[in-house]
Nanobody, 115 residues
Framework: QVQLVESGGGLVQPGGSLRLSCADS????????MGWYRQAPGKQRELVAR???????NYADSVKGRFTISADRMKKTLYLQMNSLKPEDTAVYYC?????????WGQGTQVTVSS
């Protein structure tokens, strides 16, 4: 049974860094695409970054040059390295996976950027 478990969120000061992880427990980590989305209070969920099975990546304009998405197949884990964080990055971050068996979401992890 596929289950995506996120971790790594927290409170960080502006300019700081965090690394989010999304572990695929119970799955084979075979995917078409995987990505990170975020949802701030009162706003719609938006795509932050996506990676394909071939390793191609794309990013929201607001995070280009600051965030990096990567996937470790041996560890069955998706990562999002977030640097130079800004208050506007504050949101709940969700892991998303498009597996051959369907589309899956993690439970979300809170990221708060504040001084």
């Amino acid at each position: 049974q596929v289950q995506l478990v996120e971790s790594g969120g927290g409170l960080v000061q502006p300019g700081g860094s965090l690394r989010l992880s999304c572990a695929d427990s119970g799955g084979r980590f075979v995917f078409f695409t995987m990505g990170w989305y975020r949802q701030a209070p009162g706003k719609q969920r938006e795509l932050v970054a996506r990676i394909t099975d071939g390793g191609s990546t794309n990013y929201a304009d607001s995070v280009k040059g600051r965030f990096t998405i990567s996937a470790d197949r041996m560890k069955k884990t998706l990562y999002l390295q977030m640097n130079s964080l800004k208050p506007e990055d504050t949101a709940v971050y969700y892991c998303n996976a498009n597996f051959p068996g369907g589309l899956y979401w993690g439970q979300g992890t809170q990221v708060t950027v504040s001084s």
